[in-house]
Protein backbone atom coordinates (compact mmCIF):
# COMPACT_ATOMS: atom_id res chain seq x y z
CA UNK A 1 0.00 0.00 0.00
CA UNK A 2 1.44 3.30 -1.23
CA UNK A 3 0.63 6.67 -0.19
CA UNK A 4 -0.60 7.31 -3.97
CA UNK A 5 -3.41 3.92 -3.29
CA UNK A 6 -4.90 6.36 -0.54
CA UNK A 7 -4.83 9.42 -2.42
CA UNK A 8 -6.96 7.90 -5.12
CA UNK A 9 -9.06 6.51 -2.96
CA UNK A 10 -9.18 9.79 -0.97
CA UNK A 11 -9.80 11.59 -4.84
CA UNK A 12 -12.64 9.80 -5.70
CA UNK A 13 -14.00 10.06 -2.29
CA UNK A 14 -14.09 13.53 -1.92
CA UNK A 15 -15.84 13.84 -5.84
CA UNK A 16 -18.59 12.27 -4.40
CA UNK A 17 -18.90 13.75 -0.85
CA UNK A 18 -18.29 17.61 -2.59
CA UNK A 19 -21.05 16.99 -5.21
CA UNK A 20 -23.37 15.48 -1.94
CA UNK A 21 -22.92 18.66 -0.45
CA UNK A 22 -23.89 20.64 -3.33
CA UNK A 23 -26.79 18.63 -4.38
CA UNK A 24 -28.12 18.36 -0.44
CA UNK A 25 -28.95 22.26 -1.52
CA UNK A 26 -31.86 21.35 -3.52
CA UNK A 27 -33.68 19.47 -1.46
CA UNK A 28 -36.79 21.97 -0.65
CA UNK A 29 -36.09 24.33 -3.44
CA UNK A 30 -36.21 21.71 -6.80
CA UNK A 31 -39.14 22.20 -9.85
CA UNK A 32 -41.24 20.16 -8.57
CA UNK A 33 -41.95 17.80 -5.61
CA UNK A 34 -40.80 14.53 -7.33
CA UNK A 35 -37.40 16.34 -7.79
CA UNK A 36 -36.55 16.82 -4.22
CA UNK A 37 -37.31 13.44 -3.58
CA UNK A 38 -35.04 12.43 -6.54
CA UNK A 39 -31.94 15.24 -5.88
CA UNK A 40 -32.07 14.16 -2.11
CA UNK A 41 -31.43 10.18 -3.41
CA UNK A 42 -29.00 10.74 -5.56
CA UNK A 43 -27.41 13.18 -2.97
CA UNK A 44 -27.84 10.34 -0.24
CA UNK A 45 -25.89 7.75 -2.64
CA UNK A 46 -22.62 10.35 -3.01
CA UNK A 47 -23.04 10.55 0.51
CA UNK A 48 -22.74 6.79 0.86
CA UNK A 49 -20.28 6.16 -1.45
CA UNK A 50 -18.28 9.01 -0.41
CA UNK A 51 -18.19 7.31 3.78
CA UNK A 52 -17.33 4.46 2.48
CA UNK A 53 -14.32 5.64 0.43
CA UNK A 54 -13.76 7.77 3.23
CA UNK A 55 -13.11 5.41 5.39
CA UNK A 56 -11.26 3.42 3.07
CA UNK A 57 -8.86 6.49 2.33
CA UNK A 58 -8.31 6.75 6.35
CA UNK A 59 -7.07 2.87 6.48
CA UNK A 60 -5.13 2.69 3.14
CA UNK A 61 -3.45 6.03 5.18
CA UNK A 62 -2.30 4.63 8.27
CA UNK A 63 -3.41 7.15 10.81
CA UNK A 64 -6.33 6.33 12.56
CA UNK A 65 -8.17 9.26 10.66
CA UNK A 66 -12.25 7.90 10.36
CA UNK A 67 -14.27 9.99 7.52
CA UNK A 68 -15.37 12.44 10.07
CA UNK A 69 -11.65 13.22 10.58
CA UNK A 70 -11.22 13.82 7.33
CA UNK A 71 -14.15 15.25 5.57
CA UNK A 72 -14.67 18.10 8.77
CA UNK A 73 -10.57 18.42 9.54
CA UNK A 74 -9.15 18.72 6.69
CA UNK A 75 -8.38 22.62 4.76
CA UNK A 76 -8.89 23.06 0.83
CA UNK A 77 -5.31 22.51 -0.06
CA UNK A 78 -5.73 18.78 1.27
CA UNK A 79 -9.04 17.80 -0.67
CA UNK A 80 -8.16 16.44 -3.49
CA UNK A 81 -11.71 16.08 -5.76
CA UNK A 82 -11.98 17.25 -9.25
CA UNK A 83 -13.20 21.43 -9.76
CA UNK A 84 -16.60 20.74 -12.05
CA UNK A 85 -17.98 19.34 -8.42
CA UNK A 86 -17.20 21.88 -6.16
CA UNK A 87 -18.64 24.95 -8.14
CA UNK A 88 -22.25 26.01 -7.21
CA UNK A 89 -25.12 24.66 -8.84
CA UNK A 90 -28.27 27.07 -7.78
CA UNK A 91 -29.55 27.01 -11.69
CA UNK A 92 -31.43 23.23 -12.36
CA UNK A 93 -29.51 23.23 -15.91
CA UNK A 94 -26.13 23.51 -14.56
CA UNK A 95 -27.01 20.90 -12.15
CA UNK A 96 -28.47 18.21 -14.66
CA UNK A 97 -25.44 18.88 -17.28
CA UNK A 98 -23.41 18.42 -14.13
CA UNK A 99 -25.17 15.09 -13.23
CA UNK A 100 -24.90 13.67 -17.13
CA UNK A 101 -21.23 14.26 -17.17
CA UNK A 102 -20.05 13.42 -13.55
CA UNK A 103 -22.80 10.62 -13.00
CA UNK A 104 -21.75 8.83 -16.55
CA UNK A 105 -18.08 9.12 -15.27
CA UNK A 106 -18.35 7.61 -12.18
CA UNK A 107 -20.50 4.61 -14.31
CA UNK A 108 -17.52 3.92 -16.80
CA UNK A 109 -15.27 4.24 -13.43
CA UNK A 110 -17.07 2.04 -11.53
CA UNK A 111 -17.39 -0.56 -13.68
CA UNK A 112 -13.76 -0.48 -14.04
CA UNK A 113 -12.92 -0.58 -10.38
CA UNK A 114 -15.53 -2.95 -9.38
CA UNK A 115 -12.95 -5.71 -10.55
CA UNK A 116 -9.92 -4.20 -8.71
CA UNK A 117 -7.05 -5.80 -6.88
CA UNK A 118 -8.45 -3.91 -3.87
CA UNK A 119 -10.91 -5.68 -3.14
CA UNK A 120 -12.67 -2.82 -0.86
CA UNK A 121 -12.48 -0.33 -3.58
CA UNK A 122 -13.97 -3.72 -5.84
CA UNK A 123 -17.05 -4.11 -3.39
CA UNK A 124 -17.83 -0.05 -3.35
CA UNK A 125 -17.43 0.09 -7.34
CA UNK A 126 -19.80 -3.09 -7.43
CA UNK A 127 -22.47 -1.52 -5.22
CA UNK A 128 -22.06 2.16 -6.50
CA UNK A 129 -22.50 1.39 -10.30
CA UNK A 130 -26.39 0.29 -9.78
CA UNK A 131 -26.76 3.93 -8.02
CA UNK A 132 -24.93 5.85 -10.34
CA UNK A 133 -27.02 4.30 -13.24
CA UNK A 134 -29.95 5.55 -12.13
CA UNK A 135 -28.51 9.30 -11.64
CA UNK A 136 -26.99 9.04 -15.20
CA UNK A 137 -30.39 7.97 -16.01
CA UNK A 138 -32.45 10.93 -14.32
CA UNK A 139 -29.85 13.23 -15.69
CA UNK A 140 -30.33 11.68 -18.88
CA UNK A 141 -33.79 12.22 -19.08
CA UNK A 142 -33.69 16.06 -17.83
CA UNK A 143 -31.19 16.78 -20.21
CA UNK A 144 -33.83 16.09 -23.10
CA UNK A 145 -36.62 17.57 -21.45
CA UNK A 146 -34.69 20.27 -21.03
CA UNK A 147 -32.75 20.64 -24.37
CA UNK A 148 -35.76 19.39 -26.56
CA UNK A 149 -38.32 21.14 -24.48
CA UNK A 150 -38.86 25.06 -25.56
CA UNK A 151 -36.45 27.52 -26.70
CA UNK A 152 -35.87 28.99 -23.36
CA UNK A 153 -34.79 25.47 -21.94
CA UNK A 154 -32.93 24.78 -25.15
CA UNK A 155 -30.95 28.10 -24.50
CA UNK A 156 -30.38 27.48 -20.70
CA UNK A 157 -28.97 23.94 -21.35
CA UNK A 158 -26.60 24.67 -23.75
CA UNK A 159 -25.62 27.36 -21.54
CA UNK A 160 -24.95 25.21 -18.72
CA UNK A 161 -23.56 22.34 -20.59
CA UNK A 162 -20.92 25.43 -21.90
CA UNK A 163 -20.40 26.57 -18.44
CA UNK A 164 -19.33 22.82 -17.38
CA UNK A 165 -17.36 21.59 -20.38
CA UNK A 166 -14.12 23.29 -19.58
CA UNK A 167 -14.33 21.24 -16.20
CA UNK A 168 -15.16 18.15 -17.66
CA UNK A 169 -11.16 17.09 -19.03
CA UNK A 170 -10.19 17.08 -15.51
CA UNK A 171 -11.67 14.18 -14.66
CA UNK A 172 -9.19 11.98 -17.14
CA UNK A 173 -6.53 13.19 -15.27
CA UNK A 174 -3.24 11.41 -15.27
CA UNK A 175 -3.31 8.53 -12.59
CA UNK A 176 0.20 6.96 -11.16
CA UNK A 177 0.69 4.13 -13.75
CA UNK A 178 1.66 1.94 -11.13
CA UNK A 179 -1.67 1.95 -9.69
CA UNK A 180 -3.31 1.47 -13.39
CA UNK A 181 -0.55 -1.50 -13.87
CA UNK A 182 -1.54 -3.14 -10.50
CA UNK A 183 -5.44 -3.54 -11.40
CA UNK A 184 -6.07 -0.93 -8.50
CA UNK A 185 -7.51 1.57 -10.47
CA UNK A 186 -8.73 2.81 -13.83
CA UNK A 187 -7.27 3.86 -16.99
CA UNK A 188 -8.45 7.47 -17.52
CA UNK A 189 -7.63 7.33 -21.08
CA UNK A 190 -10.00 4.01 -21.53
CA UNK A 191 -12.64 5.73 -19.51
CA UNK A 192 -12.10 9.36 -21.88
CA UNK A 193 -14.16 8.02 -25.22
CA UNK A 194 -16.10 6.14 -23.05
CA UNK A 195 -17.85 8.63 -20.77
CA UNK A 196 -17.12 11.44 -23.75
CA UNK A 197 -19.38 9.24 -26.54
CA UNK A 198 -22.34 8.56 -24.18
CA UNK A 199 -22.56 12.09 -22.91
CA UNK A 200 -22.35 13.69 -27.07
CA UNK A 201 -24.91 10.82 -27.42
CA UNK A 202 -27.54 12.28 -25.05
CA UNK A 203 -26.46 16.13 -26.08
CA UNK A 204 -27.20 14.96 -29.60
CA UNK A 205 -30.46 13.56 -29.04
CA UNK A 206 -31.53 16.70 -26.78
CA UNK A 207 -30.94 18.89 -29.84
CA UNK A 208 -28.00 20.39 -27.81
CA UNK A 209 -24.43 20.89 -28.97
CA UNK A 210 -21.28 19.64 -27.71
CA UNK A 211 -18.80 22.24 -26.92
CA UNK A 212 -15.44 22.63 -28.48
CA UNK A 213 -14.02 24.84 -25.39
CA UNK A 214 -10.31 24.62 -23.79
CA UNK A 215 -10.36 23.13 -20.09
CA UNK A 216 -9.71 24.91 -17.49
CA UNK A 217 -6.79 24.46 -15.36
CA UNK A 218 -6.55 21.82 -13.56
CA UNK A 219 -5.20 20.95 -9.97
CA UNK A 220 -8.31 19.59 -8.22
CA UNK A 221 -6.63 16.65 -7.83
CA UNK A 222 -3.08 18.13 -6.18
CA UNK A 223 -5.58 20.76 -4.31
CA UNK A 224 -5.42 23.49 -6.12
CA UNK A 225 -8.70 24.24 -5.80
CA UNK A 226 -11.55 27.08 -7.26
CA UNK A 227 -12.29 29.94 -4.64
CA UNK A 228 -16.07 28.02 -4.31
CA UNK A 229 -14.40 24.98 -2.33
CA UNK A 230 -13.55 27.16 0.94
CA UNK A 231 -17.14 28.49 1.30
CA UNK A 232 -18.25 25.25 0.79
CA UNK A 233 -16.18 23.89 3.10
CA UNK A 234 -16.23 26.32 5.91
CA UNK A 235 -20.42 25.71 5.80
CA UNK A 236 -20.36 21.91 5.94
CA UNK A 237 -16.96 21.98 8.95
CA UNK A 238 -17.65 25.17 11.07
CA UNK A 239 -19.81 22.77 14.12
CA UNK A 240 -18.05 20.38 13.82
CA UNK A 241 -14.47 22.09 14.13
CA UNK A 242 -16.24 24.42 17.34
CA UNK A 243 -16.30 21.32 19.03
CA UNK A 244 -13.11 19.77 18.54
CA UNK A 245 -13.28 16.31 20.30
CA UNK A 246 -17.26 15.91 20.80
CA UNK A 247 -19.32 13.46 19.30
CA UNK A 248 -22.59 13.48 17.51
CA UNK B 1 -57.50 28.42 8.97
CA UNK B 2 -54.82 26.92 10.37
CA UNK B 3 -53.73 23.12 10.02
CA UNK B 4 -51.87 21.37 12.85
CA UNK B 5 -50.17 18.55 11.71
CA UNK B 6 -54.01 16.12 11.13
CA UNK B 7 -55.54 18.94 13.55
CA UNK B 8 -58.19 21.92 11.70
CA UNK B 9 -58.77 24.92 13.28
CA UNK B 10 -59.36 28.41 13.40
CA UNK B 11 -58.12 31.39 14.59
CA UNK B 12 -60.08 34.51 16.47
CA UNK B 13 -61.83 36.53 13.94
CA UNK B 14 -61.61 34.09 11.43
CA UNK B 15 -64.97 31.96 9.73
CA UNK B 16 -65.46 28.46 10.49
CA UNK B 17 -65.78 26.10 8.58
CA UNK B 18 -69.38 25.78 7.41
CA UNK B 19 -71.44 23.30 9.09
CA UNK B 20 -73.00 20.61 8.34
CA UNK B 21 -76.44 20.59 6.68
CA UNK B 22 -78.75 17.73 7.41
CA UNK B 23 -79.04 16.82 3.81
CA UNK B 24 -76.29 13.83 4.45
CA UNK B 25 -76.78 10.85 2.22
CA UNK B 26 -78.09 8.18 4.04
CA UNK B 27 -75.18 5.71 2.57
CA UNK B 28 -72.77 8.33 3.88
CA UNK B 29 -74.13 8.62 7.38
CA UNK B 30 -74.64 4.57 7.40
CA UNK B 31 -71.10 4.38 6.74
CA UNK B 32 -70.15 6.69 9.75
CA UNK B 33 -72.23 4.79 12.03
CA UNK B 34 -71.01 1.33 11.04
CA UNK B 35 -67.41 2.71 11.56
CA UNK B 36 -66.99 2.12 7.65
CA UNK B 37 -64.36 3.64 5.58
CA UNK B 38 -65.85 6.50 2.83
CA UNK B 39 -64.41 6.18 -0.61
CA UNK B 40 -63.69 8.53 -3.48
CA UNK B 41 -66.48 7.29 -5.56
CA UNK B 42 -68.77 7.43 -2.42
CA UNK B 43 -71.77 10.17 -2.15
CA UNK B 44 -69.94 12.89 -0.14
CA UNK B 45 -71.52 15.60 1.59
CA UNK B 46 -69.98 18.72 0.29
CA UNK B 47 -69.41 20.28 3.61
CA UNK B 48 -66.95 16.81 4.54
CA UNK B 49 -65.35 16.99 1.01
CA UNK B 50 -64.21 20.88 1.68
CA UNK B 51 -63.28 20.47 5.35
CA UNK B 52 -61.38 16.94 4.08
CA UNK B 53 -59.50 19.47 1.09
CA UNK B 54 -58.47 21.32 3.15
CA UNK B 55 -57.38 19.78 6.08
CA UNK B 56 -55.37 17.01 3.92
CA UNK B 57 -53.89 20.27 1.72
CA UNK B 58 -52.67 21.90 4.63
CA UNK B 59 -51.36 18.69 6.08
CA UNK B 60 -49.44 18.44 2.63
CA UNK B 61 -48.39 21.74 3.13
CA UNK B 62 -47.23 21.40 6.48
CA UNK B 63 -45.25 18.75 5.05
CA UNK B 64 -43.57 20.33 2.31
CA UNK B 65 -42.91 23.73 4.23
CA UNK B 66 -41.52 21.42 7.05
CA UNK B 67 -38.63 20.48 5.03
CA UNK B 68 -37.34 23.99 5.56
CA UNK B 69 -35.98 24.66 9.02
CA UNK B 70 -34.81 20.73 9.05
CA UNK B 71 -33.20 21.66 5.26
CA UNK B 72 -31.65 24.27 6.67
CA UNK B 73 -28.89 22.36 8.92
CA UNK B 74 -28.28 19.14 5.93
CA UNK B 75 -24.89 21.50 4.79
CA UNK B 76 -23.58 21.89 8.66
CA UNK B 77 -24.91 18.51 10.14
CA UNK B 78 -21.95 17.72 12.48
CA UNK B 79 -20.68 13.89 11.30
CA UNK B 80 -21.57 12.54 7.57
CA UNK B 81 -24.07 9.81 9.23
CA UNK B 82 -26.05 12.60 10.62
CA UNK B 83 -26.20 14.42 7.34
CA UNK B 84 -27.30 11.27 5.90
CA UNK B 85 -29.81 10.68 8.67
CA UNK B 86 -30.95 14.15 8.30
CA UNK B 87 -31.19 14.30 4.21
CA UNK B 88 -33.22 10.98 4.43
CA UNK B 89 -35.69 12.47 7.05
CA UNK B 90 -35.67 15.72 4.58
CA UNK B 91 -36.61 13.29 1.83
CA UNK B 92 -38.58 11.56 3.49
CA UNK B 93 -41.33 14.80 4.19
CA UNK B 94 -41.55 15.49 0.92
CA UNK B 95 -42.32 12.00 0.37
CA UNK B 96 -45.44 12.47 3.29
CA UNK B 97 -46.40 15.75 1.06
CA UNK B 98 -46.84 13.87 -2.22
CA UNK B 99 -48.77 10.89 -0.56
CA UNK B 100 -50.84 13.63 1.07
CA UNK B 101 -51.19 15.57 -2.27
CA UNK B 102 -52.29 12.43 -3.57
CA UNK B 103 -55.17 11.95 -0.83
CA UNK B 104 -56.33 15.04 -1.70
CA UNK B 105 -56.53 14.51 -5.22
CA UNK B 106 -59.00 11.76 -4.85
CA UNK B 107 -61.47 14.63 -3.45
CA UNK B 108 -61.53 16.17 -7.17
CA UNK B 109 -58.59 19.13 -7.04
CA UNK B 110 -55.10 18.93 -8.22
CA UNK B 111 -51.67 19.76 -6.74
CA UNK B 112 -51.59 22.73 -8.90
CA UNK B 113 -54.15 24.90 -7.21
CA UNK B 114 -53.40 23.82 -3.79
CA UNK B 115 -50.21 25.10 -4.24
CA UNK B 116 -51.45 27.92 -5.72
CA UNK B 117 -53.58 28.46 -2.38
CA UNK B 118 -50.50 27.84 -0.33
CA UNK B 119 -48.32 30.78 -2.39
CA UNK B 120 -50.92 32.90 -2.75
CA UNK B 121 -51.57 32.44 1.33
CA UNK B 122 -55.22 31.19 0.86
CA UNK B 123 -54.24 27.78 2.98
CA UNK B 124 -52.41 27.57 5.77
CA UNK B 125 -49.49 25.26 7.24
CA UNK B 126 -48.64 24.20 10.65
CA UNK B 127 -47.38 27.39 12.47
CA UNK B 128 -44.19 24.94 14.52
CA UNK B 129 -42.98 25.18 10.55
CA UNK B 130 -42.35 29.21 11.26
CA UNK B 131 -40.05 29.07 13.99
CA UNK B 132 -35.83 28.93 13.51
CA UNK B 133 -33.67 26.20 13.67
CA UNK B 134 -31.05 27.92 15.49
CA UNK B 135 -28.37 25.70 16.51
CA UNK B 136 -27.82 21.73 15.46
CA UNK B 137 -30.17 20.71 18.98
CA UNK B 138 -32.89 21.73 16.59
CA UNK B 139 -32.91 19.18 14.90
CA UNK B 140 -33.20 17.00 17.95
CA UNK B 141 -35.89 18.80 19.39
CA UNK B 142 -37.57 19.16 16.14
CA UNK B 143 -37.48 15.58 15.91
CA UNK B 144 -38.55 14.21 19.70
CA UNK B 145 -41.26 17.20 20.12
CA UNK B 146 -42.68 18.45 16.87
CA UNK B 147 -42.30 14.87 15.57
CA UNK B 148 -43.47 13.52 18.40
CA UNK B 149 -46.87 15.73 18.72
CA UNK B 150 -47.18 15.10 14.77
CA UNK B 151 -47.29 11.25 15.67
CA UNK B 152 -50.01 11.93 18.67
CA UNK B 153 -52.12 13.92 16.33
CA UNK B 154 -51.62 11.64 13.19
CA UNK B 155 -52.06 8.03 14.88
CA UNK B 156 -55.47 8.51 15.23
CA UNK B 157 -56.04 9.62 11.75
CA UNK B 158 -54.89 6.30 10.16
CA UNK B 159 -58.67 5.14 11.43
CA UNK B 160 -59.72 8.54 9.97
CA UNK B 161 -63.60 7.97 7.88
CA UNK B 162 -61.86 9.06 4.69
CA UNK B 163 -59.97 5.99 2.96
CA UNK B 164 -56.67 7.57 1.02
CA UNK B 165 -56.12 9.68 4.00
CA UNK B 166 -56.58 6.93 6.69
CA UNK B 167 -54.04 5.09 4.36
CA UNK B 168 -51.73 7.67 3.32
CA UNK B 169 -51.57 8.32 7.73
CA UNK B 170 -50.74 4.93 8.14
CA UNK B 171 -47.52 5.22 5.88
CA UNK B 172 -46.57 8.73 7.29
CA UNK B 173 -47.20 7.30 11.08
CA UNK B 174 -44.41 4.87 10.39
CA UNK B 175 -41.64 6.53 9.06
CA UNK B 176 -42.57 10.01 11.93
CA UNK B 177 -41.95 7.48 14.48
CA UNK B 178 -38.77 6.14 12.88
CA UNK B 179 -38.08 10.51 13.22
CA UNK B 180 -39.13 10.83 15.96
CA UNK B 181 -36.69 8.16 17.58
CA UNK B 182 -34.35 9.68 15.55
CA UNK B 183 -34.27 12.91 16.93
CA UNK B 184 -33.80 11.83 20.68
CA UNK B 185 -31.26 10.24 19.88
CA UNK B 186 -29.44 13.16 18.67
CA UNK B 187 -30.82 14.83 22.24
CA UNK B 188 -29.58 12.19 24.23
CA UNK B 189 -26.33 12.52 22.33
CA UNK B 190 -25.69 16.00 23.13
CA UNK B 191 -26.83 15.91 27.14
CA UNK B 192 -23.96 13.53 27.66
CA UNK B 193 -21.41 14.84 25.62
CA UNK B 194 -19.91 17.82 26.50
CA UNK B 195 -21.12 20.78 28.73
CA UNK B 196 -21.69 22.81 25.74
CA UNK B 197 -22.94 20.07 23.63
CA UNK B 198 -25.63 19.37 26.47
CA UNK B 199 -26.36 23.56 26.77
CA UNK B 200 -26.90 23.27 23.03
CA UNK B 201 -29.81 20.75 23.77
CA UNK B 202 -31.48 22.31 26.34
CA UNK B 203 -31.43 25.73 25.10
CA UNK B 204 -33.84 23.63 22.35
CA UNK B 205 -36.21 21.58 24.13
CA UNK B 206 -36.59 25.30 25.96
CA UNK B 207 -37.50 26.94 22.52
CA UNK B 208 -39.86 24.27 21.11
CA UNK B 209 -41.53 22.54 23.99
CA UNK B 210 -44.33 25.62 24.04
CA UNK B 211 -44.37 25.39 20.40
CA UNK B 212 -45.01 21.91 20.25
CA UNK B 213 -47.75 22.26 22.91
CA UNK B 214 -49.45 24.62 20.41
CA UNK B 215 -49.22 22.26 17.61
CA UNK B 216 -53.01 20.59 19.20
CA UNK B 217 -54.62 23.70 18.60
CA UNK B 218 -56.79 25.74 20.75
CA UNK B 219 -58.36 24.73 23.99
CA UNK B 220 -61.59 22.49 23.17
CA UNK B 221 -64.16 25.16 24.28
CA UNK B 222 -62.07 27.60 21.77
CA UNK B 223 -62.03 25.18 18.90
CA UNK B 224 -65.40 25.17 16.66
CA UNK B 225 -64.24 23.11 14.09
CA UNK B 226 -63.85 20.05 16.46
CA UNK B 227 -67.03 18.83 16.93
CA UNK B 228 -68.23 18.57 12.88
CA UNK B 229 -65.43 16.96 12.53
CA UNK B 230 -65.87 14.21 15.38
CA UNK B 231 -69.02 13.65 14.30
CA UNK B 232 -67.70 12.89 10.38
CA UNK B 233 -65.04 10.45 11.86
CA UNK B 234 -62.01 13.05 10.81
CA UNK B 235 -60.53 13.46 14.32
CA UNK B 236 -61.11 11.25 17.32
CA UNK B 237 -59.52 13.09 19.71
CA UNK B 238 -60.67 16.56 21.33
CA UNK B 239 -57.31 18.90 21.20
CA UNK B 240 -57.06 19.26 24.97
CA UNK B 241 -56.68 14.89 25.71
CA UNK B 242 -54.21 15.46 22.46
CA UNK B 243 -51.95 17.30 24.07
CA UNK B 244 -52.49 15.53 27.90
CA UNK B 245 -51.54 12.37 25.82
CA UNK B 246 -48.35 14.23 24.54
CA UNK B 247 -47.26 15.93 27.89
CA UNK B 248 -47.81 12.21 29.24
CA UNK B 249 -45.39 10.78 26.82
CA UNK B 250 -42.74 13.93 27.37
CA UNK B 251 -41.97 13.62 30.94
CA UNK B 252 -40.60 11.06 31.26
CA UNK B 253 -38.78 10.47 28.05
CA UNK B 254 -37.12 14.31 29.10
CA UNK B 255 -35.99 12.57 32.22
CA UNK B 256 -34.74 9.41 30.17
CA UNK B 257 -32.42 12.52 28.28
CA UNK B 258 -31.44 14.38 31.90
CA UNK B 259 -33.02 17.59 30.02
CA UNK B 260 -36.03 19.51 31.53
CA UNK B 261 -39.14 20.56 30.12
CA UNK B 262 -39.19 24.93 30.30
CA UNK B 263 -42.97 24.49 32.53
CA UNK B 264 -42.47 24.79 36.75
CA UNK B 265 -45.70 23.75 36.84
CA UNK B 266 -45.32 20.32 35.76
CA UNK B 267 -45.93 17.74 38.18
CA UNK B 268 -47.59 14.00 38.15
CA UNK B 269 -51.46 14.21 39.52
CA UNK B 270 -52.61 11.11 41.37
CA UNK B 271 -56.39 11.72 41.12
CA UNK B 272 -56.47 12.74 37.68
CA UNK B 273 -53.56 9.86 36.41
CA UNK B 274 -51.86 12.63 34.07
CA UNK B 275 -49.47 15.34 34.55
CA UNK B 276 -50.42 18.72 34.94
CA UNK B 277 -48.89 21.25 33.16
CA UNK B 278 -48.99 25.27 32.58
CA UNK B 279 -51.34 27.37 30.76
CA UNK B 280 -49.98 27.74 26.87
CA UNK B 281 -50.08 30.99 25.42
CA UNK B 282 -52.44 30.97 23.00
CA UNK B 283 -51.89 34.65 22.22
CA UNK B 284 -48.60 33.65 20.40
CA UNK B 285 -49.87 30.66 18.25
CA UNK B 286 -52.87 33.26 17.17
CA UNK B 287 -49.86 35.72 16.39
CA UNK B 288 -47.88 33.30 14.36
CA UNK B 289 -50.62 32.18 12.60
CA UNK B 290 -51.94 35.52 11.48
CA UNK B 291 -48.23 35.83 10.22
CA UNK B 292 -46.27 37.64 12.62
CA UNK B 293 -44.39 34.54 13.69
CA UNK B 294 -40.60 34.62 13.84
CA UNK B 295 -40.08 32.62 10.01
CA UNK B 296 -43.28 33.78 8.40
CA UNK B 297 -42.40 35.86 5.85
CA UNK B 298 -38.93 33.60 5.04
CA UNK B 299 -41.08 29.92 4.69
CA UNK B 300 -43.14 31.70 2.16
CA UNK B 301 -40.56 33.66 0.26
CA UNK B 302 -38.46 30.17 0.07
CA UNK B 303 -41.35 28.05 -1.33
CA UNK B 304 -42.45 30.56 -3.87
CA UNK B 305 -38.88 31.17 -5.33
CA UNK B 306 -38.44 27.65 -5.12
CA UNK B 307 -41.89 26.97 -7.48
CA UNK B 308 -41.24 30.53 -9.65
CA UNK B 309 -37.56 29.56 -10.61
CA UNK B 310 -38.86 26.24 -11.47
CA UNK B 311 -41.57 27.29 -13.75
CA UNK B 312 -39.49 27.26 -16.94
CA UNK B 313 -38.40 23.39 -15.65
CA UNK B 314 -42.19 22.22 -15.21
CA UNK B 315 -43.48 24.25 -18.69
CA UNK B 316 -40.11 22.42 -20.65
CA UNK B 317 -41.40 19.01 -19.35
CA UNK B 318 -44.77 19.80 -20.71
CA UNK B 319 -43.47 21.02 -23.73
CA UNK B 320 -41.18 17.78 -24.60
CA UNK B 321 -43.78 15.68 -23.61
CA UNK B 322 -46.27 17.22 -26.12
CA UNK B 323 -43.58 17.15 -28.59
CA UNK B 324 -43.26 13.11 -27.72
CA UNK B 325 -47.08 12.48 -28.35
CA UNK B 326 -47.14 14.30 -31.41
CA UNK B 327 -44.47 12.50 -33.45
CA UNK B 328 -44.88 9.82 -35.69
CA UNK B 329 -45.57 6.52 -33.85
CA UNK B 330 -46.26 7.71 -30.82
CA UNK B 331 -49.42 5.96 -28.83
CA UNK B 332 -52.26 8.39 -29.47
CA UNK B 333 -54.53 5.54 -27.73
Redesign the interface.
Known sequence: MTNAHADYVLGLADDA?VSA?RM??W???????????AL??I??DQ??Q??TL?AHAGSLEGEGRG??DL??FRDERDFRNVKLVERPQTD?AVTMARLLVFATWQAELYAVLAHSSDPTLAGVAGKAVKEVAYHVDHARQWV???G???D??HL?MQVAVDAEWPFVEELFGAVDPALVADGIAADPTVLRPAVLGRVGRVLGEATLTVPHLAPAVAGGREGLHTEHLGFLLA??Q???RS?P???? | MAQVYGNDFTAPGETPARPATSDEPETFRALLEGEGRVEPRDDLPDAYRRTLVRQIAQHAHSE?IG??PE?NW???????????IL??K??DE??H??YL?AAAETLGVDRADLLDQLHSGRQKYSSIFNYPTLT?ADMGAIGWLVDGAAIVNQVPLCRCSYGPYARAMIRVCKEESFHQRQGFE?LH??SH??P??KAMAQDAVDRYWWPSLMMFGPPDDDSPNSAQSMAWGIKRFSNDDLRQRFVDMAVPQAEALGLTLPDPEIRWNEDRGHHDFGEVDFTELFEVIKGNGPCNAERMA?RV??HE?????????????D?QAARPGADVA
Request: net charge positive.
Open positions: LQGWISRAPQLEEDVANGLLGARLEDAYFLRLDGTESREMHLSHGASW | IMQGISRAPSLRRKAMAVQAGGLYWITLGTAQHRADGAWVREAANAYAK
